[in-house]
């Protein structure tokens, strides 16, 4: 995975967007998200998910692949604008409201929405596989997807909701685009629907597994560890705030056990991507 996600780097710096024009930074502005770093988990998901199928299928995967982390990078972009979370950096980097202005970061963020698609759509798979991915990006990015899950985080936010509810918040704001990752690494593959839908299930759990980890490490790291604001969840329906750390920390576990045994279930290839990526992101 690491000779992979080297080359995916590279391909990302080769294919950063794109938009000549005499206006003084909103260029340069649109990369800066995307060259941060980050983790790189989504697109990490996409090619283990795809090469596991298919070990040729890496030059049409990394299209997708940035297509996840473009869209991620939007989503990054908003989340931390003044009226969600006013963070003041990410990845260790100001954030591009407080780099620049905040008009500058809300359309920075259309911007990469949009151009996720225009990946896609240039990807060098088939216009029938090409359709599918646009559709399961949309959908879980979407209305119903993502965005439901940060509108549901914010219009409760400071306001105790049951563990239920938490849940159903989380598989939207955070498990729907992993998800998403790891169905599309297998259309990217050539896997058949049936496989394709196992992944997208086994990531609506990995995404509530990273979303409880991610709520520890909130609460347990500093901010220059972290590389993003933290200990600032108290207000937010988080696993954390609402059970304590030591339930969500044993439920990280539980939830890590269930990931391991459905993998071992995956065929030979994939099952060996899948655990080597659950050994190198957790």
């Known amino acids: 995975m690491n000779n992979l996600l080297s080359a995916f780097e590279v391909y990302l710096r080769e294919h950063l967007p794109k938009a000549p024009s005499f206006h003084p930074y909103y260029e ?26 298919d070990e040729t299928s890496a030059p049409k995967a990394m299209s997708v692949a940035l297509a996840i982390e473009t869209f991620h990078a939007y989503s990054l972009i908003h989340d931390d ?17 407080k780099t620049y202005d905040e008009v500058t970061a809300i359309l920075v963020g259309d911007a990469l929405n949009t151009h ?8 060098p798979i088939s216009d029938e596989a090409k359709v599918k ?33 938490v849940e159903f918040i989380h598989r939207r704001k955070t498990g729907a685009l992993i998800a998403a990752s790891l169905q599309m690494g297998a259309i990217a593959g050539g896997a058949d629907d049936p496989l394709a839908k196992r992944l997208y299930d086994f990531g609506m759990n990995l995404g509530l597994y990273f979303q409880i980890r991610d709520d520890i490490i909130d609460a347990t790291q500093d901010s220059a560890t972290a590389g993003k604001p933290t200990q600032n969840d108290e207000n937010k329906n ?34 060996g991507n899948l655990s080597e990526i659950l050994r190198a992101y957790f």
Do not use: W, Y
Request: charged share 25%; glycine share 12%; aromatic share 6%.
């Open 133 to 165: 991915l646009i559709a399961i990006l949309a959908e879980n990015g979407g209305a119903a997807g993502m965005v439901l899950g940060q509108a549901l985080d914010c219009r409760f936010e400071g306001r105790k909701l049951d563990a239920q509810k």
């Open 238 to 271: 988080g696993f954390v705030t609402l059970f304590g750390l030591e339930a969500a920390r044993d439920r990280a576990n539980a939830e890590a056990s269930k990931l391991k045994k459905v993998i071992a279930d995956f065929p030979g290839g994939l099952s």
């Open 81 to 97: 604008l003044p009226a969600m979370d006013d963070a003041d950096f990410r990845r260790s980097r100001p954030t591009l409201h």
């Open 28 to 53: 340069k502005a649109l990369g800066e998200m995307l060259l941060a770093g980050g983790k790189r988990f989504r697109a990490a998901l996409v090619l283990a998910t795809a090469t596991g199928i």
């Open 116 to 123: 996720s698609f225009l990946h896609l759509a240039n990807a």
